[in-house]
Structures are given as structure tokens and as C-alpha cells.
């Protein structure tokens, strides 16, 4: 890397957001950032600008920074092609726009938005591939089959770790009476709130299936789930000659942030620690229970079905894992309460952009309308 890279981070006052500061900071030498974009944390985006000095931000309050434009809308960090990679770092359904905007300018995407490839896959991938852009994945998993595959061609099998979560060894009747504060007492990874619920869920692992799908363009019967509760093993991939190619690391977001934002180079940065296998001493590796996570089955489903479908199991499952986090219903009605909308949905194959985000707000709508429904029982 020559000279600085060029890098605007949407989200970056979240988890994802916050750490690639922080990779950032420690490679002040290899990256220039020009714009940053944050939610409502007004306060935070503010010690960021101050500290980072992006040339412009992007907030939902006015914040006035001495010398840095405030932006009336994303598409305006996403449109300006002084950006060398774009890092998607915020959550929910308002990625999607930006990350197109900013494919259709021929901008690098590091992608740590899930909703982005859930809900519009294939129109996301194909715009991608005819503007000649690259989408490199910061989830852990995507990361490492990215970092595992020389030739896709040659690949017979992905297989995506998933740590179980904080009720791996719970009875579905333990799930049921979950409070909050267990569901979000995740044994590995500090996360974001919905992500950790649905990490408790195993549904993270679901919208990971349909991602890894996309990304690789994988048929679903060739991504396969395993439970690995250490977290090591970040994923594999299989070769046609029956080669298993893992990548390994300490749990840290720090990694994979910095090799999507630096492919293909690396740089020493933020490690954890040096890895050792003789202190980690063991490897463990089982077979996810679709009976008490039922949540992956459905989005295998849900891929497979394709066209709008992806876009109404995400919206659903969002906004039931909103009323958990409420205190309105247990954990385990989130799969119930997704589900219920899932199978009373009418899939529209090929949709466009405006039919997604439709199908996105119509589902919230009845979502929410079921769960009134159920809690005034």
C-alpha cells in the first residue's frame, strides 16, 4: 500500500464501527479517512470526528466540527468516489441503499452489514460484479472462507463454525424462561444486542448461511453449520479432492476488520496475542440441534425459496428479537412469532429494490400486529 487508502466508515459509532477506529488508529500511516457516519450516539461521532478528523460526517443531530462538512444523507459518503473501499459497519435495513450507491460508483465494499446480502443478495452480488467491484466480508466467518479460497471452482463444501451460543447445552424449556441478561451473555464475542439474541438463537448462523451464499456463490445443500465452542476454527472450506482448509485465530473483530479494509495486504496491527495451540490444547466439534435451534432450518428454507423471502424471515425475525428485548416475549416465540409470518408470506421471485424494501415494511407491520396480538392474550 503505497499511499493512504481512502475509507469512509457508515456505523462507525457501533461494535464493528468503533474497532475499525481502532485498527485504524494503530495503521494512521496506511488509511485516510473521509467521511464517518454514526447513529444516534451524537456525543460519540463527535469524539470521533474530533479525534479522526474525517473531511466530512454524516449524523442524525447537527454536529458542527471545525473543519469537517456535515452531510445531509449517506449516498453522499457513498457517491464520492474519492472513497477508495467503503466499510458498512451499521445495522439493520439501512445499509442496503448505501452499499448499492456506492457499488453503481465503482467504490470497494467492506461489508459488515448482514441485512445488505439477506435482504438483496442476488441484485447486490450482480451489481458488484458489472460495476467490477469488490465486497470483502468482516463477519469471522466469511472472512475466513475468503481468506481459505484460491479457486471457488475447485470448492466442494463450506463449512461456517458457530459457537452455540450461551444455551448450547440448555434444555428448549431453560430457552423458554431465558431472561435478557442471559441471552445476552454471549461466552466469546462482544457483540451488538439484536446480534448476541440472535447469536442465541443460532438465527446469526441462519442469515450467515444465506450470506455465505451470495458471497461465494455456494448452492445451500454445500454450506453446512458445525457447533465449535472454543471459537477458533473460524470456518473451513472443503476442496473437491477432500482438502479442509480452515482459518484459525483468537475471537477479536480487530482481525478480520483489518484484512477487509486492507485486502490484499496485511499489516501488523491489533492482536489479541500470539496464537498458540499448546494453550488452546483442545478443539471441540458437534452438530447443531435443529430441534432446539430451530431458527438455521427456517433460513435454510427461506434461501433456498430465494426472491423475497430472505427479506420477510430478516424483517420478522428483527422485530421480534426487538419485542425479547422488550421484555414483551420469550426467547423461543422468536422463532415461533418468525415463522408464523414467514409461512403466511407470498413470495415474489425476482424483486426489485423497492419491492424488497415493501415486503421489508410490510412484514414489520404484521409482525408486530401478531405479537399485540399474542401479548394481549
Known sequence: MDKKRKISIIGSTGSIGTQALEVIEKLQDKFEIIALAGGNNAELLKEQAEKFKPKFIYAQKDIKIDGTKSL???????????????????????GLKPTLKAIENGIDIALANKETLVMAGDIVMKKAKENGVKI??????????????????????????????PFLHKS?????????????AHPRWNMGRKITVDSATLMNKGLEIIEAHHLFGMDYDDIEVVIHPQSIVHSAIEYKDGSVIAQLGLPSMHIPIQYAISYPERFEGIKSKSFSFSEIARLDFEKPDFEKFPTVKLAYKAGRMGGSATACLNAANEEAVFEFLDGKINLYQIYEITKEIFDNHKVIQNPTIEEIFEVDEKTRLQTKELIKKITQK
Open 172 to 184: 428448549i424449556e431453560e430457552i423458554k424462561t431465558a431472561t435478557v441478561k442471559e441471552a445476552l
Open 72 to 94: 445531509k444523507n449517506l449516498d453522499e459518503i457513498a457517491e464520492n468516489q474519492e472513497n477508495d473501499i467503503i466499510l458498512v459497519a451499521c445495522s439493520g435495513k439501512i
Open 136 to 165: 470483502i466480508p468482516v463477519d469471522s466467518e466469511h472472512c475466513a472462507i475468503h481468506q481459505c479460497i484460491k479457486d471457488i471452482s475447485q470448492v466442494e463444501k463450506l463449512i461456517i463454525t458457530a459457537s452455540g451460543g
